[in-house]
């Protein structure tokens, strides 16, 4: 008699700005998994929040039109009941173990984690308090700064002090050349690197468009960018260390780098560093990891400046895994 396999259920999709990344993700992670020791069942959010069944979920797997394939599934459904978007939960019963692929907002800030403990099943990944704090970057950076894990300087811009912070008092505190960024948000989304007034007023307008905390950061100058996987729950390992050279004439490592067009970007893997510099980096992913409270699995970024120095950037829960996305080899 064969042994029952372990049905997996994995969910992508999502209604954030990473959602068309989540899909190629949830492809790699479902081409990985041995058809042979499991069952695997897939899950997709929509664009609009509303959990497709495995069957319409694998149609748009398996290459159909989305927008298609959701007309269909929703035509029928009454919306004036509260739990009409996770009706489709009835399906997940007999799942033993989830694996949520779904990048940014929904996926790694606590909300699906969440939905797993009101579920009662085991899944894999940062649980929903480490998860959301992780995802904040100014949190991020308030515990990595209490627990003296360097990382970048930087201000918080909001509606309700935005006047306070101008171009002018953030360049004489951090520097002419600055970055805006979402304090939530992932995939480089709504970052960008200004060094006058015009540049930065429009990149807090359009910061607002995501989220309603704006982190204004210092710049590194000439930075290599550095990533550290950490994997396991207590006993946790790093891994060895990736790095990333974008094109001299792109200002940072943007979302057209990272998923649209990888052409001109060179990955080393692992990247030679000096002995002592690689062991930094690995003891700041590991100590960030649990001051985090990250759990299963994370990878850290980093950028490391002219002398060796390097600073915490941020820590991704789920990170991507697209055939382009970067890699850190364990």
């Given amino acids: 008699m064969s042994e029952k396999k372990l049905?997996?259920?994995?969910?992508?999709?999502?209604?954030?700005?990473?959602?068309?990344?989540?899909?190629r993700s949830a492809h790699t992670v479902f081409d990985?998994?041995?058809?042979?020791?499991?069952?695997?069942?897939?899950f997709m959010f929509t664009k609009q929040g509303f959990l497709l069944g495995?069957?319409?979920?694998m149609r748009i797997f398996d290459g159909e039109p989305e927008d298609a394939v959701v007309a269909e599934a929703i035509k029928d459904v009454d919306f004036s009941n509260p739990l009409a978007n996770i009706q489709s939960l009835s399906e997940v019963k007999d799942i033993d173990l989830f694996i949520p692929v779904i990048h940014g907002n929904m996926g790694e800030d606590g909300t699906v984690q969440s939905l797993f403990r009101l579920l009662n099943k085991p899944y894999i990944g940062s649980g929903i308090a480490s998860s959301a704090v992780s995802f904040d970057k100014d949190l991020t950076k308030q515990l990595l700064t209490y627990h003296g894990i360097r990382n970048t300087k930087y201000v918080v811009v909001t509606p309700e002090n935005q006047s306070e912070y101008t171009y002018e008092k953030c360049a004489a505190e951090l520097g002419e050349t600055l970055f805006v960024k979402p304090a939530r948000q992932g995939s480089s989304v709504g970052i960008y690197k200004v060094s006058n007034k015009e540049e930065f007023d429009k990149a807090i307008q359009d910061g607002f468009h995501y989220d309603f905390k704006i982190l204004v950061e210092e710049t590194i100058a000439n930075p290599r960018e550095v990533e550290c996987s950490v994997l396991g729950n207590r006993d946790i390992k790093a891994s060895k260390l990736g790095a990333i050279r974008v094109p001299a004439e792109d200002a940072f490592y943007d979302y057209n780098n990272k998923f649209v067009d990888a052409s001109g970007v060179v990955?080393?893997?692992?990247?030679?560093?000096?002995?002592?510099?690689?062991?930094?980096?690995q003891q700041m992913s590991l100590d960030a990891f649990r001051v985090l409270g990250n759990r299963g699995l994370a990878r850290m970024d980093f950028l490391v400046d002219e002398n060796d120095v390097p600073?915490?950037?941020e820590v991704n829960t789920l990170p991507g895994f697209t055939n382009i996305d970067r890699k850190s080899v364990v």
């Fill in 54 to 57: 495995n069957k319409d979920s």
């Fill in 32 to 42: 990985a998994l041995d058809k042979d020791k499991y069952e695997v069942s897939v």
């Fill in 267 to 281: 990955f080393e893997i692992p990247v030679e560093l000096p002995e002592n510099l690689t062991k930094e980096i």
């Fill in 311 to 313: 600073y915490f950037g």
């Fill in 7 to 23: 049905h997996i259920a994995l969910l992508f999709g999502g209604n954030s700005s990473e959602h068309d990344v989540s899909k």
